[in-house]
């Protein structure tokens, strides 16, 4: 059973701070890794794709990639009220039948103070 | 950019109903995939499908079926409604390089 796990949080930070979200696999055959941001009430959007080992910038954000540790994480710099949403962290293997499945985590719930 | 529509946003069935649920893509994805979403138990897996009148169970796939005719279109059918299952239902479609892009999802009340 393939399984990713976040902490549901809430994860609460002042506006302008940096908020970490961590994630960690068990699929160690895992290829491609991604985060979701989920307004409440709305459907997930993507806001960020990592493969490789390392780090990958996009604006405020950074996603970071372990694979020998099974981590995935999403950094946000200056944090802002807008980005007050849950977070999905998900996996995929991109094996077997062509599904391209994703395994999802339960979401951490992030919430920036003004 | 992708576009995944679903056909309602909110619906209200009555216990018993056959329920149908539209989920259409325009970027000629092979992969499409039905999740029902609830509080504490996130997303989960019911259907999906790697072709066309290809489809596959899920985690939670008990009391749901699937049809996939056409390429576009992975629709969702509840045979006889139950309150149990009133969920959030989101469809996605994914292609080789890229993560799921969902629809806006379909809250389902079942009375």
């Known amino acids: 059973q393939k399984e990713v796990e976040q902490n549901s949080g809430p994860l609460s930070v002042p506006e302008g701070a940096i908020a970490s979200l961590n994630c960690t696999y068990s699929d160690r055959g895992s290829q491609s890794f991604f985060w979701y941001r989920q307004y409440s009430g709305k459907s997930p959007e993507l806001i960020m794709f990592i493969y490789s080992n390392g780090d990958k910038e996009d604006g405020r954000f950074t996603a970071q990639l372990n694979k020998a540790s099974q981590y995935v994480s999403l950094l946000i710099r200056d944090s802002q009220p807008s980005d007050s949403a849950t977070y999905l962290c998900?996996?995929?293997?991109?094996?077997?039948?062509?599904?391209?499945?994703?395994?999802f985590g339960k979401g951490t719930k992030l919430s920036v103070i003004p | 950019d992708v576009k995944v529509t679903q056909s309602s946003r909110y619906l209200v069935k009555r216990t018993g109903e056959k329920v149908f649920l539209e989920c259409v893509q325009d970027m000629d994805h092979e992969n499409m995939f039905w999740y029902r979403q609830d509080p504490g138990l996130g997303l989960r897996l019911i259907y999906f499908?790697?072709?066309?009148?290809?489809?596959e169970k899920g985690d939670i796939p008990e009391g749901y079926s699937v049809s996939r005719e056409k390429k576009e279109r992975f629709s969702l059918i509840l045979e006889s409604a139950s309150t149990n299952q009133t969920s959030m239902y989101l469809c996605?479609?994914?292609?080789?390089?890229?993560?799921?892009?969902f629809g806006s999802g379909t809250r389902l009340t079942v009375v």
């Open positions: 996605a479609s994914r292609d080789r390089y890229y993560g799921y892009t």
């Open positions: 998900a996996v995929s293997s991109d094996s077997g039948a062509g599904s391209y499945q994703l395994t």
């Open positions: 499908s790697y072709d066309v009148k290809m489809k």
